[in-house]
Structure formats: C-alpha cells, structure tokens
C-alpha cells in the first residue's frame, strides 16, 4: 500500500525532480500535501514553481501550501546563484494559470499539523527544516505522529557546499535543524539523514539525460530544460561534467529501503561560529548519547537511477539497458 507522505522543500531543480519522482510511484507513495519554505528560492516563487512542476505532471489536484518566508534566527541568504534567478535553472516556465488550482488559505504550519493530527504520515524534507521546527514547537502532539523523517542535508565525511563543513539547507537555517534533531533525540526516534555523502553520487550527466530524451521527449526535454543552468554551475565550481541532483535521492531512499545504507548515529547542528551549520556527527560514540539518526554513506548509483527512469518514464527496469554503460557507478567529484 501507497505511504503517505509530505514534501516540505524549496523548489529549486532537485526539489522539483523529486517532486515529479514522488509523484511518478503511485504503489509506493501517496503525496498529500507540498509545503514550502524559503530556501535555494524566496517562499513565493517556490510556491509558484511546485506549481508549475505539478502543473507540468498534471497533477495540480496535488496542494502546496506557502510556509515559513526565512529562518528562524538567521539571515536569509537564498541559493538563486545556484538554481537561476527563477530558481528553476533560468528556464523561465510561464506562471500556473490560477484557474487550474486551489489557492490554499492554511499555511504550510497549519496544514502540516491538521494532517498530522488527522493520520500519521512520514514527512520528506528537501530545503530548510524552518517548517518542521516550528511544527515541533508549536504543534508537538503532530510531530510525534510523523511516521518518517527523512531529511536531504548535512554531511558526515564529504565537505560541504557553502562552506568547509556546512550543506545549504542546515545551513541557511541552523536554528531548525538543531531544533528537528533535538525533538527527534526526545523522543528516540531516527532521522534519516540522507546527506552529501550519498547525494554526491548522483551526478546526472549529459549522457544520462540524452538517454532521457530519447526514451521520453516531453518529460526529457523538461529536466533538460531546469538543469542547463545546474550542469553550468556545477563545472564552474566543481569541474564536474554533470550536476548533483541531491534531493531526488531523500525520495528513492524513503521508496526504496535497499538503496542507501549507512550507520546510526547522535547528531547535533551546530548554530554558530565558523561551523556554522554543520552536522556533527558523533561516529566514535564520545557522547555516550543514543542515536538519532541514520547517517547514510552509501547508495548504489545504478540502482537510484533504474528507480529515477523507469519511474518517470512508467517502464519496466529491464527495458533500460543502456543504463548500466551511461551511469558512473565511481562518480566522483572534488570530494575524493
Ligand atoms: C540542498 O540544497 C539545495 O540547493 C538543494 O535543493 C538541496 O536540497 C543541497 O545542499
Ligand atoms: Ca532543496
């Protein structure tokens, strides 16, 4: 049976290409709600672009919610130099025309607790956790019945990418994903940190996206569309011929258990200094404290983009036999 879930992210290219992930395995995943947070774009224009995503997929029955418009203590600093000035790679897709969808009233706070309350369901986090944080403080008895957290962020051994140490979303809101990782730790549950450890395994790679393209113009020519500017950044700063397509993963790992694999661990955020951001994660055990998350440090490559493909293009995964001659099961970047 499909399990229900919530995306809270900031879309951002790899939010939407998990978007349009989660919304292409129906058996798996029952998508109830988007929220938004400001992240890699201010809130208003990640709203319009999960609009325009579900727009694309036809799945505008699908609502998004508006939510937090900047962190919770610090400074605002978006991500549009890595996303484009419209945070969808500059492709400049026209606005969802508002007689196609609902205008939610209820803020993404407000959304996340009444369905929280109503059912338990697991919660995807692919931007900042600013929502989430505020969920945990303000609606606590909601977030105990979150079945799931799995939260695209931090990192334990690779370096990060807005500083030595510090991924974007821990980053650009500290204060949340302390707060996230505290709550979690009261109540003894796991976050599944899927972290930069794993994402930085998943380049899409001008190969792959041809291959896309033939199998499947439309949604093909889509990706293509929102990553040119993605591909672009990343050989400028990475000399990478491709781009990280971190949040899609957050979605396959939730899909599919076998994917990543990595090791529970006590996990702090730290909220200042010039570490500002980091996850700490304690792997010697000199805390003595119980785990709160699942630190993933391993993904099969091969097996995350049999699942992106036959997914999106609703074929089966033997048909997809160029795949294992197009995918860089070594991909490395800068980090190794
Ligand atoms: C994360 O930050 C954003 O730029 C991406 O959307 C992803 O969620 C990677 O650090
Ligand atoms: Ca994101």
């Known amino acids: 049976m499909a399990r229900k879930i919530i995306i809270d992210c900031d879309p951002g290219i790899d939010d939407s290409l998990a978007i349009m992930l989660a919304l292409s395995m129906p058996d798996q995943i029952e998508l ?3 929220t938004i947070a400001a992240g890699n774009s201010p809130v208003e224009m990640g709203y319009q672009n999960a609009l325009k995503v579900l727009d694309f997929m036809g799945r505008l029955d699908v609502p998004v919610f508006m939510g937090a418009d900047r962190p919770l203590r610090r400074e605002f600093i978006n991500a549009l130099d890595t996303h484009g000035s419209d945070g969808l790679g500059e492709s400049f897709l026209p606005e969802t025309d508002p007689a196609k969808y609902v205008r939610q009233e209820r803020s993404a706070l407000e959304f996340m ?7 338990p369901a697991s919660l995807i986090a692919l931007g900042p956790m600013t929502n989430i944080a505020m969920l945990a403080q303000k609606h606590p008895d909601a977030f105990d019945n979150i079945e799931e957290l799995v939260s695209m962020g931090g990192s334990f051994r690779s370096h ?3 500083s030595p140490v510090a991924e974007y979303n821990y980053w650009c809101d500290p204060d949340a994903a302390s707060i996230v990782y505290e ?6 549950r796991l976050i599944s940190m899927v972290g930069l450890d794993v994402t ?3 380049v899409l790679t001008p190969d792959l996206l041809a291959y896309f393209k033939r199998l499947d113009h439309r949604i093909g020519g889509f990706i293509e569309k929102i990553t040119g500017f993605y591909l ?10 491709g781009c990280v397509i971190n949040d899609p993963l957050a979605v396959a790992c939730f899909a599919d258990k076998d994917l990543c694999r990595g090791f529970t661990s006590y ?3 730290e909220t200042g200094g010039i570490s500002i951001g980091q996850s700490v994660v304690d792997s010697m055990h000199f805390y003595r404290h119980s785990p709160n998350a699942l630190v993933m440090t391993e993904v099969d490559t091969l097996a995350f983009f049999r699942l992106f493909f036959s997914s999106l293009l609703g074929v089966d995964k033997s048909e997809l036999d160029l795949l294992p001659q197009l995918i860089r099961t070594d991909s490395r970047t800068i980090d190794d």
């Not at 607790?113 to 059912?119: H, I, S």
């Not at 672009?232 to 011929?241: A, G, Y």
């Open 32 to 34: 109830l709600g988007i």
């Open 113 to 119: 607790a009444e369905t929280l309350r109503r059912e």
């Open 160 to 162: 990060g990418n807005c």
């Open 183 to 188: 709550e979690m730790d009261r109540r003894k």
């Open 200 to 202: 930085r395994r998943i």
């Open 232 to 241: 672009d950044f990343h050989w400028e700063w990475e000399h990478l011929i």
């Open 267 to 269: 996990v702090q955020i």
